[in-house]
């Protein structure tokens, strides 16, 4: 590895995999982890270290599956409901679920089928076969038979199998150890108040779950400084005590990235460089020793260690276990919006799933490597496998479910302008019913009626301004749609749109008029989006050219962006809401108030899914909720308006 190219290659996944399994082979990493013996109800969720034969039959005797009457079949036969047979008290024994069915009879009559008589005697008026309602002996489990290979993760239903076969402890794999080393010197544990430049550990934490939930044994060092010597000491330190060492750290070529030549010194680099994204610098190893111990190099972002671990430490994971990696289910869904993707990677693409007339929609999140949030709200993950620049929307692409299909049939899909009152609203649906989910997608008001007409939303947030009518979204219904189209608008809010600007207005901004100012810098909304719509027209009717505006074409796709680019000092105004610039805590001058409307199909209307969202527009405390993130109007909310 030369100090010009700090990467081996790029890799692909596949056979990344392939030389780190040949790396740890030939440096003495060990192909399993120990055998050790559980009591059969402590082994859930480890693997069998050796097959579980049976030790006993179950049931170990011949037993009544129901509660009635013990019996012999022939004294039965004849028996109807014209020509009853009526057995004395000697001929039959009472019986219930699950007793050794007694000496001499041959089956059982359920109790409900039986007539009891003064005497004491039965009366049948049905025939019964022989071994009628009777468990035999080994009918579940017999004797000497396989219940479950080596290499089987223990579930509940299996353990207690081994328990009925006669198993008192179990030959299991011991849970392997994965310690976490956290490094840089910007990172801070967690609860620390931080500083300009310095980041929370997240990873450890994050990564440490994950092991956790493939039934690891997880541990976290402290966080060792940028330095060399000391990354190496902890690496081997770590090594020592572990069945894989993750050393977090940038993993790429930045200055203060010391994992592959850390890994090179302490061992063996087999990988560094992935050809996938996010993901790219991975660093994949050994540590010297006895025996030697792998090492994963995972990037400092949080999406593509998460990605990093799923794809090399879980199968690695699973290998020292004798067990298959687990798979999640998959499901195809249509892209509700173009997917660019760069060729030579794999691209892998979290995305927000919900049904849309029958199909399966999937709409991506966004991919910024540091976007901690689009792992909280994925419901799926797509690749785009590298020989592909991205797919057009209305693609059919096999996605991996992150959460169940009947979760992802209650999920109302909205996609088009960004507003806050719809981050609210699915909090309460959430409150209100625990299988409801409200997924938006910040795509501008443009994107989201494109959207509903190509099937892929339930319902199209809109505020998008026609400087020919000075009317509110109903013309490019028309233009989009037809003016006969099926589509009912129902009003949202009303809501206050301006400058957003530093606390106290430091230079001193009255409106649009200012924002040629020399030396401002403005931060803008996507093409497409309502409130870029709201700024053009502003600034025609004021004759002012978007060239004269610096920062004009520099774009964020949600009010909330904009309201943090100023916040952190990036740009001196935006135009926004009111309610994203309280959330900051910065200052509002005000331009226009606007409609903001729901767009949807008219028979979404009645759709028993999006019903909770109407009641929930008609409650006065969530009205009162709404105006009270300020700049809002709730007086026509839940209106009909075309």
């Known amino acids: 590895m030369s100090a010009e190219s700090p990467f081996v290659s790029d890799v692909p996944a596949a056979q990344a995999l392939d030389a780190w399994r040949e790396a740890r082979a030939t440096t003495g990493c060990p192909a399993r982890v120990e055998s050790i013996r559980l009591p059969v109800g402590a082994a859930v969720g480890r693997v069998t270290a050796e097959p579980v034969w049976a030790r006993r039959s179950s049931p170990a005797f011949d037993s009544s599956a129901m509660d009635g009457i013990a019996v012999r079949a022939a004294d039965t036969v004849g028996a109807a409901e014209t020509t009853p047979v009526l057995l004395a008290a000697g001929d039959f024994e009472v019986v219930d679920t699950g007793d050794p069915l007694p000496a001499g009879y041959d089956a059982v009559v359920m109790r409900e089928h039986v007539h009891r008589t003064a005497d004491g005697s039965a009366e049948l008026r049905a025939a019964v076969p022989p071994y009628q309602h009777v468990r035999s002996i080994g009918e579940d489990i017999s004797a000497a038979e396989l219940l479950l290979p080596e290499g089987h993760r223990l579930r509940p239903v299996d353990v207690a199998a081994c328990a009925a076969a006669g198993a008192v402890e179990l030959a299991v794999r011991r849970a392997p150890v994965v310690v976490i080393v956290p490094t840089g010197d910007e990172i801070r544990p967690i609860g620390s108040e931080l500083a300009p430049g310095e980041i929370l550990d997240t990873n450890s934490l994050m990564l440490a779950a994950q092991a956790r939930e493939l039934g690891c044994e997880a541990r976290v060092t402290e966080i060792i400084t940028d330095d060399p010597a000391a990354i190496t000491k902890a690496l081997r330190t770590a090594a020592a005590d572990a069945d894989l060492v993750i050393l977090i750290a940038g993993s790429s070529a930045g200055r203060d990235d010391y994992t592959a030549r850390v890994v090179a010194e302490a061992g063996t680099l087999a990988v560094h460089g992935v050809a996938v994204r996010p993901g790219h610098p991975v660093v994949l190893g050994t540590v010297a020793g006895e025996p030697a111990t792998p090492v994963l190099g995972a990037p400092g972002y949080p999406v593509s260690a998460a990605l990093t671990f799923d794809i090399f430490a879980a199968p690695m994971l699973a290998d020292l276990q004798g067990a298959a990696p687990r798979e999640r289910p998959s499901t195809t869904a249509r892209l509700a919006r173009k997917l660019p993707s760069a060729i030579g990677m794999d691209d892998w693409v979290r995305v927000r799933l919900g049904r849309v007339a029958g199909e399966v929609v999937a709409t991506p999140l966004p991919r910024g490597a540091g976007v901690l ?9 797509l690749m785009v496998p590298s020989g592909l620049e ?16 009947a979760e992802i049939g209650r999920t109302i899909v909205a996609i088009g302008s960004h507003d806050l009152v719809l981050d609210l609203a699915a909090s309460r649906l959430r409150a209100t019913d625990p299988l409801i989910t409200l997924a938006s997608s910040n795509v501008g008001s443009l994107g989201g009626l494109v959207a509903l007409r190509d099937g892929l939303c339930h319902i199209a947030g809109s505020h998008l301004l026609d400087p020919a009518t000075g009317q509110y ?85 949600t009010h909330l962006a904009v309201a943090a680019a100023v916040a952190a000092g990036r740009a001196d105004a935006g135009m926004g809401i009111l309610a994203a610039a309280r959330a900051f805590g910065l200052d509002f001058v005000p331009v226009a108030q606007e409609p903001y409307d729901l767009v949807l199909r008219t028979a979404g209307l009645s759709d028993e899914l999006l019903t909770p969202l109407w009641q929930l527009l008609d409650r006065a405390d969530f009205r009162a909720e709404v105006e009270a993130l300020g700049g809002y109007s709730c007086a026509e909310t839940g209106r009909r308006i075309r």
């Open 473 to 557: 979204t109903l013309p490019y219904l028309d233009r989009l749609l037809g003016a006969d189209s099926d589509v009912a608008v129902v009003r949202l809010v009303h809501r206050d749109q301006g400058l957003i600007v530093a606390p106290g207005n430091p230079l001193g901004l009255t409106g649009v008029e200012d924002l040629p100012r020399p030396g401002l810098r403005y931060v803008n909304r996507q093409r497409g989006a309502g409130t870029r719509a709201l700024l053009d027209h502003e600034m025609a009717n004021r004759g002012i050219d978007p060239a004269q505006v610096a920062g004009y074409s520099r774009e964020e796709h």
């Open 390 to 405: 991205g797919h057009h929307a209305g693609t059919q692409v096999r996605v991996e479910l992150l959460r169940g299909l």
């Open 373 to 381: 949030t689009s792992l909280v709200r994925a419901d799926g993950l």
